[in-house]
């Protein structure tokens, strides 16, 4: 094994793992830094790495012009209050910038309370995991705010595994555990892989490495099914692609229930020994028989069949879900069928199956040795974020049981996850109800901008009135623009010590070290400053760490090794057993079975019945289309989804990237040949799209690949090259879906959006400009001429002539 830092020639080659920023779902790619008097010359795959093996995507080979990038902000910065929305930022000190802030937190608890600060992350960036301890530990507040409408992602998948089968996160198998991967002895291929509303080939999210799918298609002829109103790259080489009106997949979960349990496709030993409600589940799936959901999901009938027949006879299968588990208002219930589609086969836990992670709750990861002995030396090393809140005096139990917003009206968002609730705190911003809030932070979110948020509209003028803000890190974007006082530079992950986890340790494959390997100007990492600020504020707690490697040591997403044992190796893998439910390795009290009350896996859940929602699946129809909006759909006739992942993207990140965004200059709505002929657009034309909540463009590109009826458009685009200054904000309003989709639309329970699943109306317009909303906002015209496309790096495009061909 090549050493992690090595001399040749005049460079030094560091080889390290990514994670963020810039924005990533970890799958901790292996990368080889060149780096030449203290700069980096190049980026390339290593190839020692066990998962990615010398591959990389296209955001990590330009982060060599992502770092040095001229829009970068390499100094903390500050501005006057009154100044909001205008460029009148000026350079000051990290001491001026911390101390500025801790003033701040300091009258703003004294005088209304330490909970009426709060911190706003995003997606699972590093700084996902610190945005809690932020709010918690550095503020004292419990009001930790992920805000995108309905907690839709991840949440509520996390949710249905906690539920119903204990901690963990349930992944498809791809050898990923073992350092000798496919060769290890235990592991057998998958012969069917699901992909359920999720595109992991473009997105890599959490713990799946997406190119695997396609290693395993060549070595071991796994086959693949889709369910996707796309038809996908990967789609293009499945054996079945079921392509469904979005946000109907519940009633298609359901019929392939159906179909498994009445064709006796179950493994009953299983069933017999490890799982409750499993009579209750089919008694309830028989409501949905195939001819049903064809009819729901506007798709063969026979089709259902035969895809559930493939799925329910292949030994072993495996299904990897996605976002469309998340953002739909029927998610938890989805999420409930395919934890049962999961588990009925026999294959969770099992080799070439569904695996599972040996994380608690708190993502420490439950196993002896290595790191916990290090952290151990640490006092409290073993403690939750918010034990260590509660026992240093930080917060009361009281603050976090009472203060926290939106967990009294959706408890059950409040017992998973450790943020508010996010729509009720909108409503709470605006309304000054439970009570005011006086301070934001930002630390990985840009509500303003073009991801996170619905009506960001919304959050803009809420968040605009508050009396102090502030952001950390690495570009200017709307929120900061509109809303901050002071901006604090962070630094990259090839600028910063850390590590790597996939699946924030509810089911690690493996830990990377995270290597410094230059310094840009003064950037510092979000642990770093996360440490300064809060030595500033609770001292006590706080001084104990000098170094990031001191902190690496001790936060619950350690690795198994010390931190300098773990840079050494580059990797670790986790080489965790299969069947760890039999072998007493998931539930904390080493017993067999699953970590849930009844020790199974609880395909009738109790959770969600003491949780208000039925213990069992059922289909409900999204909240706006042809069965529950059929008045609006004669003005908005077409179903929108949005968002599915490009690589060269990652949310409202990378746009300032010249060789990324020459991929994508425009942002683009798909839509399908015979709806755009029938409203005369063309392919490359501007679109004005609509819906009850406003109104954006895109471009068109017009593509069989989408069902017939259904348009898909980009998220995360704004102009960076445009004027930031208020109203326009970089062209925020122009080209920004989340314009057309509301907050508070959610499941009982409080999860669910309709990102995946809206209505709209689409129209050809002349020019991408014109008046916008907020408030009549005219778009400058866009200086885009500059990303003249090249050849480096092309995205390959569903070969659909072929698909169709053979279809
Ligand atoms: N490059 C890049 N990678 C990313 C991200 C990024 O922004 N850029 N974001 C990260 C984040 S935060 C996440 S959560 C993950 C998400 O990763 P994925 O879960 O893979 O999510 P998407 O790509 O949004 O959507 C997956 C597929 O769902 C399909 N789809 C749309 N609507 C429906 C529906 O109603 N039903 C079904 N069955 N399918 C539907 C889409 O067509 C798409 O092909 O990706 C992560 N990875
Ligand atoms: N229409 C539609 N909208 C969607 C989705 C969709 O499918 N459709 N997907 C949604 C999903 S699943 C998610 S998770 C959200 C994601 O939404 P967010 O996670 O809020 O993403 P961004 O808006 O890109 O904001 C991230 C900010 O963090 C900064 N940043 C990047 N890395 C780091 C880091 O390591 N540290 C710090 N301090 N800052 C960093 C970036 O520069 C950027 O300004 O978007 C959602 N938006
Ligand atoms: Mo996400």
Known sequence: MTEWKRQVGDETIFRTCAWSPPGCHPVGCGLQVHVKDGKVTKVEGDPEHPITRGSLCPRCLALKEYIYNPDRIIHPMKRAREDRGKDKWVECSWDEATDIIADHAKEITEKYGAETICVFGGTGREANNWYPQWANLVFGTPNSVYAQAGWSCYGPRMTATAFMIGGGYPEIDYAQKFHDRYDNPNFVPPEVVVLWGKEPLRSNPDGLYGHAIIEMMRQFGTKIICIDPRITWLGTRAEEVIQLRPGTDTAMAMAWLYVLTTEDLVDHEFIEKWTFGYEDLCERVKEMPPSRAAEICGVPEEQIWRAARLYGNAKPSSLAWGLAVDENTNGPQLGMCLIALMTITGFIDAPGGTTLGMGDDQGNVVRDGGAIDAADKVDDATDSTLMLALKHGIMTQETWDKKRIGVDKYPCVGQ???????????????????????????????PIGTAIAAEPQRWWRALKELDFNFACDLFMNPTIMACCDVFLPVASTIEHDGQVVTHYGLNSSFYGAENKCVQVGECKSDVEIMMMVGKKMYPEFWNRFETEEDYNNFHVFRSWLPWKELRDNVVTMSEEPYYKYKLGKLRPDGQPGFPTFTGRVELSSFSYGAFGEDALPYFEEPAFGPATTPKLMETFPFILTSGARRQEFFHSEHKQVKSLRQISPFPEIDINPEDAKAKGIEEGDWVEITSPYGHIRQKAKVTPTIKPGVVHCMHGFWYPEEDGEEPNLYGNWKSNVNMLMPNSVNAKVGFGNTFKVMICDIKK???????????????????????????????????????????
């Open 765 to 807: 317009v002349d020019s991408e400009g014109g008046p916008n909303e907020p408030d009549d906002i005219f778009v400058e015209k866009s200086r885009l001429e500059e990303f003249s496309v090249n050849e480096a790096w092309r995205p390959v495009d569903a070969p659909y002539d072929e698909y169709k061909a053979n279809n």
């Open 416 to 446: 998973v996850l450790w943020t508010v609730q996010p729509d009720e705190f909108l409503k709470a911003l605006e309304t000054e109800k439970p009570y005011k809030i006086h301070m934001a932070q930002f630390v990985s979110s840009n």
